[in-house]
């Protein structure tokens, strides 16, 4: 098996496309892989990956993509005909799998909103054949009920007394992510409870787990002269669960394999080598252009498999280009190498535009770097990852000449991009967005319950709560179990007395003013690791001459707000500016406040 990442066109848009291909006697049908849209496209994007290569494992050559707007592809989410724009590329990617492969059908599997616009999609003509349909709703209106249930929950993250700033422009925000009120509008109108033009087809629903499926659009499909199967889709809520916990839905892709089979045997198909159209092609080559920059793929050979990256220069007509200039944008946690909200897409390009590279970076286990199917926790915070991102800036050195590295990083990437600082005086400056600690504790999550839990059992009010059935006993139960063990351990003089360790910070001190790295914290109120650092006077007396600290408005972990967003942006460009000591500043912070020029 191998894959192939390539981009390719859908009107003026170029979408980024991952061509997963079987070793040897592949058939003549092809899948096109559809994802959801925002959080469900992060949480699910590695499980589809593996749920991807399982099917290519039976000879089926994949195709998974980045829709326009999304991902790595081109676009905004300001665009105007957003949702036509989807839908078309739906066709647009089953006509490059079937030139790029040379198979003859296509069949293909849609995620919930990519589901939706699978099946508009071949109601309008798109040459698809079999369909895979997991979760879809019969109406857009029922999913944007869901999009707005789900905004709300995650506006609680950052709520608080404060009055949030208002969002700087109009739209529904989901996590993140921004519906336009056009792209509202057009959603809303998609209606698939009506008969549609897909005689003939085979379609397999898969359900949410044990939800039912949407009633309405099983009777419009039967209705349309298709033949519907339904299954359950066993593992769709943990493959939607937090990146680094998200598991590939195994269950599902044996359902999925099966039910393609079956259609084969009652169609006979041939047999043919995808695979010799594709592998002439180096990966390294393969460019996009996007405004005033360029974009390859990235890839280096490591002793744990080959890392991924995308790398964006400057256009060839730009008259400013500094090849030893670098940005290294990392994971968060484990969201893949867009970043969160997609932020390091928008500020790379951004960049790459003023004359800078940079590279966006997956190491192994996330996103479409070789590793494990799913990280936990622990395995973010290993020596070993820290020295793969060292691994990744000697192939920066070697192939592109880079001398100077910027390292930007928001959670764990926080902490990989401090400690590459520690370790490398060619990193001139890391940017730690909402670092959760600078050295690894695989205690550090129960003395922080702990201390919250101190302060639920000195408040008279959450006994209250407690006694009107607010707070259930088996939680406080638990609870106080942490509570007890951990006073426990602290009287026997097992405990840590500090939650920083004054050891490494000193050490840390000593390697930053060696290598003479500048190091910008930037916290969002309510983080730990912020509040720890106050109350044991790390912020009064700081680790180092070279290091400042930036606290701005509770905004969620990861600046989920649009005005948060935009935040982030201004910060990081004033410190990379001030870094590269370029003679202009950099253009505005665009993020998703400029409509693309695709």
């Not at 192939?399 to 910027?406: K, L, M, S, T």
Request: aromatic share 6%; charged share 20%; net charge neutral.
């Amino acid at each position: 098996m191998s894959t192939i990442h390539r981009w390719f066109h859908s009107g003026a848009y170029s979408l980024l496309g991952h061509i997963d291909l079987p070793g040897k006697n592949a058939s003549s049908l092809g899948v096109l892989m559809v994802p959801g849209f925002g959080w469900e496209d992060i949480c699910s994007y590695r499980p589809l990956r593996f749920l991807a290569r399982t099917i290519a494992e039976s000879g089926i050559p994949v195709l998974r993509f980045d829709l326009p707007g999304t991902g790595d592809s081109s676009g905004s989410a300001l665009d105007p005909g957003l949702v036509d724009a989807w839908i078309q590329a739906v066709g647009h990617a089953a006509d490059e799998l079937r030139a790029s492969t040379g198979v003859k059908d296509v069949a293909v599997v849609g995620i919930r909103t990519g589901a939706m616009l699978a099946l508009i999609a071949a109601s309008r003509g798109a040459n698809l054949q079999d369909l895979i349909l997991w979760g879809p709703a019969a109406t857009g209106r029922a999913v944007l009920r869901e999009f707005q249930a789900f905004s709300k929950l995650a506006r609680a993250e950052y709520a608080n007394s404060d009055p949030a700033p208002p969002q700087p422009i109009p739209g529904l925000e989901i996590g993140g992510f921004l519906i336009t009120p056009e792209t509202q509008r057009d959603f809303e109108a998609l209606d698939l409870s009506k008969p549609l033009s897909l005689q003939g087809r085979r379609v397999l629903i898969l359900l949410r787990d044990e939800l039912p499926p949407d009633q309405k659009l099983v009777s419009a499909l039967e209705a349309s002269g298709c033949t519907v199967e339904i299954k359950n889709g066993n593992g769709y809520t943990t493959m939607m669960a937090i990146p680094d916990e998200a598991v590939p839905p195994f269950a599902a892709a044996r359902a999925i394999v099966n039910f393609l089979a079956k259609g084969a045997t009652e169609k006979p198909q041939g047999v043919t080598d995808p695979g010799e159209r594709l592998t002439a092609q180096p990966v390294t080559a393969i460019t996009q252009e996007s405004g005033d920059s360029l974009e390859t793929i990235y890839t280096v050979d490591h002793e744990s498999g080959s890392i991924f990256g995308i790398l964006s220069e400057p256009g060839p007509e730009m008259e400013t280009r500094s090849s030893e200039c670098c940005v290294l944008f990392l994971n968060a946690g484990a969201v893949r190498h867009i970043g969160p909200n997609r932020m390091w897409v928008e500020a790379a390009r951004r960049w790459a535009a003023q004359g800078v590279t940079s590279l966006r970076l997956d190491l192994p286990g996330i996103g479409e770097s070789d590793g494990e199917p799913s990280l936990g926790i622990a395995a973010l915070y290993q020596e070993c990852l820290v020295d793969q991102v060292e691994a990744v800036m000697d192939s920066l050195r070697s192939r592109i000449g880079a001398r100077q590295f910027a390292v930007v990083g928001l959670c764990s990437g926080a902490f990989w991009a401090f400690h590459a600082a520690i370790r490398s005086s060619d990193v001139h400056t890391a940017i730690l967005l909402n670092p959760r600690l600078f050295f690894w504790d695989p205690e550090v999550d129960q003395r922080r319950v702990l201390r919250r839990t101190a302060g639920l059992l000195a408040d008279t009010t959450d006994w209250r709560r407690l006694a009107h059935g607010y707070v259930s006993r088996k939680t406080f139960k638990r609870v106080a179990r942490v509570v007890f063990d951990r006073f426990r351990t602290i009287r026997a003089g097992t405990g840590r007395q500090f939650q920083i360790s004054p050891d490494e910070m000193a050490h840390a001190r000593v390697a930053l003013e060696r290598n003479q790295n500048r190091i910008t914290l930037i916290f969002t109120e309510g983080e730990p690791l912020l509040r720890e650092m106050e109350e044991e006077g790390h912020l009064s007396s700081p680790i180092s001459s070279r290091l400042r600290c930036i606290r701005i408005a509770n905004c969620g972990h990861t600046f989920r707000p649009l005005w948060a967003q935009k935040k982030a942006h201004e910060l990081i460009d004033d410190e990379l500016d001030a870094i590269f000591h370029r003679p202009q500043a950099v253009s505005p912070a665009k993020s998703v406040l400029q409509p693309s020029t695709k």
